[in-house]
T-cell receptor
């Protein structure tokens, strides 16, 4: 396949609902990252997976946010009890194990919490 | 707290002109400084990057200037073209993966 893919491209939800965002990395890439891009802000690091190592979760803003990566490939970012301040574009990126300096980004999921 | 400060927020340049975007950082442990280019509706794409052992890196019309003592780095886009119209983000990290991004600069190149 081509690049990193993300689904859905847009998600509108009501405050208090849970949402799941999906990321399919580039085939063969062992590293996967999630970022959040709020309006007028730069990208904010959320979480990093590298192979079978324990993920770096240091960027997750609260315990309502969680992410998993199954089989070393697809990743799901879950936001529980969504709040209006969670509205943002959620970007996923992947890179090869030896070239973590080159991250390839997906197009993002625009989340709107009403 | 933003670890990388980027300016200006936006700029307009005539075709053929030079676009200059500046970034400053505080964390002296940062050792990798990439620039990303983002078009509307797309994810950012790595444009050019530099490490602190060099003061300048050039790739085509894009040049990074790096001033370690001032903790500043900048992107110069020479001979700006309408296709360069995009949002540009500077970033920095210790090691390669945990990038701290600036807020972005929207560049508009007028034909």
């Amino acid at each position: 396949g081509a690049g990193v893919s993300q689904s859905p491209s847009n998600k509108v939800t009501e405050k208090g609902k849970d949402v799941e965002l999906r990321c399919d990395p580039i085939s063969g890439h062992t590293a996967l990252y999630w970022y959040r891009q709020s309006l007028g802000q730069g990208l904010e690091f959320l979480i990093y997976f590298q192979g079978n190592s324990a993920p770096d979760k240091s960027g997750l803003p609260s315990d309502r946010f969680s992410a998993e990566r199954t089989g070393g490939s697809v990743s799901t970012l879950t936001i529980q009890r969504t709040q209006q301040e969670d509205s943002a574009v959620y970007l996923c990126a992947s890179s090869s194990r030896t070239r973590t300096d080159t991250q390839y980004f997906g197009p993002g999921t625009r989340l709107t919490v009403l | 707290q933003q670890q990388v400060k980027q300016s200006p927020q936006s700029l307009i340049v005539q075709k053929g002109g030079i676009s200059i975007i500046n970034c400053a950082y505080e964390n002296t442990a940062f050792d990798y400084f990439p620039w990303y280019q983002q078009f509307p509706g797309k994810g950012p794409a790595l444009l050019i990057a530099i490490r602190p052992d060099v003061s300048e890196k050039k790739e085509g019309r894009f040049t990074i200037s790096f001033n370690k003592s001032a903790k500043q780095f900048s992107l110069h886009i020479m001979d700006s073209q309408p296709g360069d119209s995009a949002t540009y983000f500077c970033a920095a990290s210790r090691g390669d993966y945990k990038l701290s991004f600036g807020a972005g600069t929207t560049v508009t190149v007028r034909a």
